[in-house]
């Protein structure tokens, strides 16, 4: 096998030119025919640039005028592709911005074309295009490197070691043309090589960056879909579904007969709508459901069942303990109709204790007749209900402190 330096050079870069192409075709079509996210064309942009840069260097001995423009195609290569990492990483705090990207390409672009301009030995020109290259690879790398933890995937430090191989080469050439070890040349087969396989890189971190992506955001579609499923988005409190289902399986990891259940509404829901409106309504069902919330434990189990109608399991809690947490909710409520712009509400509480292999929806049945017996009584109260002999018997009524609507 002939060692690198041996490789002929024109047929090397005839090479990488085909390969550059076939990489940005195969990311034109990717792009067209499937979801993208910002970033990519700019990388897609990067690929085509790159390979007309390295075809153009083919020509470069039958027509010289077209060197600058390959140098310059050459050169904007890993600062496109950085522009198109800040685009895809939008929100990651990274240093500097495009800006300064751009401004970067146009001060090492403008620096070799003074050289090239300039007296017409290779010297310069090569200290200008391997100096341009080494600072632009660098840049990039080092920005690269600033990413979150979180968005530091191995193809992005595949990338990034890469990138740091071409700014190395590069520093490496400038060096040995310098020191006189080396004739000044413009490219070598050590400088060509690196460059292709970044730009196979590439290939491989956009198609793996936007697969990741978008399963990064499948699943958080699920994850919102399962909120929309699971919650009620009104009272951001479970909905009746959700509730029975947390419910049951705290009642299961609760010692039998030892939770309460409350069913509580607010009185003459309908008038509070009438007389203040829709969003008035809205606003009320939104302050019963924060205050329980903030009443209750973190086992505490709260759902809204529908209408102005919520439900409350209170594991390891007596029926007594229960309207105790009815009269602080009252209380609470009382005092945010005092100093918030809400229409004055009562609230009726029905509370049973769940008794030892009772199913939920049987608790229920008799909490509801529990709130039942609390409006018949006159509404703005609680009324317990109590299993004597199979029977349901409902103890004196609470009156609580919130005037009636």
Known sequence: MPPLADLHLPTLMGVSAVVMLVVAGIMTLFGCTQHIYRGFWWWTAAQWMGSVGVGLQLARDAWPAVLPLSIALLLQWPITLLVGLRRFHARSALPGSARTDLLLLAVVTAAWLIAWAGPGTLLPRVTAFSFGMALAF???????????????????????????VNASVQAVHLALVWSGAITPQPATPGMVLPMVLTTLCLLYLALVLTYERTGDNLRESQRQLRVLADMDMLTE????RHFEELASQALA??????????????DHFKQVNDSHGHAAGDDALRLVARCARQLLRTGDVVGRL????FVVLLPETDVNAALHVADRMVAQIEDECRHQPYPALSLSFGAVQALPGESLSQALRRADEALYEAKRQGRSRAVAGIQEDGESVFSTSRPLGLTTS
């Open 306 to 309: 529908g209408g102005d109608e």
């Open 138 to 164: 660098g840049y990039a790398a080092w920005v690269l490197g600033r990413l979150p933890a979180r968005s530091r995937r191995p193809t992005l430090q595949a990338l990034r070691l890469l990138l740091l």
């Open 237 to 240: 409190v479970p909905n009746r």
């Open 253 to 266: 990891m609760s010692a039998p007969g030892s939770a309460s259940l409350m069913l509580f509404d607010i």
